[in-house]
């Protein structure tokens, strides 16, 4: 939009060099491993915690280390008890780096009212997600991450458009078919 309307002035624009910063991937599944790889071809160590992996291809370490010595967190796990507001306000306490954090999970996997204290505060240096809690509510514009994102902090939210390619639909309508089907296609 800055260019479209005539600008040409790149400085709220600086970001960060890759190469050379930590990630930390939490939940080593399909799309964590993707992750690492791509953090892996950008130049980043990779730091992984995944208590139900083995994993051989990057260093596995717990989620305090990925705190306190990652510059980007990106979140892959499920909802469940344990993982409900993984991320909340003990967990940014311990992160030194003020790390960017990804969350493509679910919504209550972070707990969102920290988060965006974090942000104000400047103890995370960023947030990015395809997810939110309340993003199946009728009133989601009233979400405080949307609206500071609104307000210039650094924040990332996208409509959980994660799967949303032709290819991705065409592959989980494939799977859904053949998983309560008996097709072979």
């Not at 954090?101 to 103890?123: F, L, Q």
Request: aromatic share 10%.
């Amino acid at each position: 939009d800055d260019v479209k309307s005539g600008n040409w002035d790149y400085e709220p624009f600086v970001g960060r060099q890759l190469s050379g910063l930590t990630a930390g991937i939490i939940g080593y599944g399909r799309l964590g491993t993707f992750m690492a790889r791509y953090c892996n071809s950008f130049g980043m160590k990779v730091l992984v915690n995944d208590p139900f992996k083995n994993v051989f291809d990057y260093d596995q370490v717990s989620k305090s280390e990925i705190y306190r010595r990652c510059d980007l967190i990106s979140l892959h796990v499920h909802v469940k008890e344990d993982t409900i507001n993984m991320i909340d306000q003990h967990a940014i306490d311990k992160m030194t780096k003020k790390p960017f954090i990804i969350n493509t999970s679910r919504g209550e996997i972070v707990n969102e009212g920290d988060i965006a204290s974090a942000i104000i505060g400047k103890n995370i240096s960023g947030y990015g997600a395809d997810v939110l809690t309340n993003e199946f509510s009728d009133d989601i514009s009233s979400n405080k991450l949307i609206n500071l994102s609104r307000s210039g902090y650094n924040i990332i939210i996208t409509p959980h458009i994660g799967g949303m390619s032709l290819e991705g639909q065409e592959r989980a309508y494939l799977y859904a078919v053949k998983k309560f089907t008996n097709y072979e296609g």
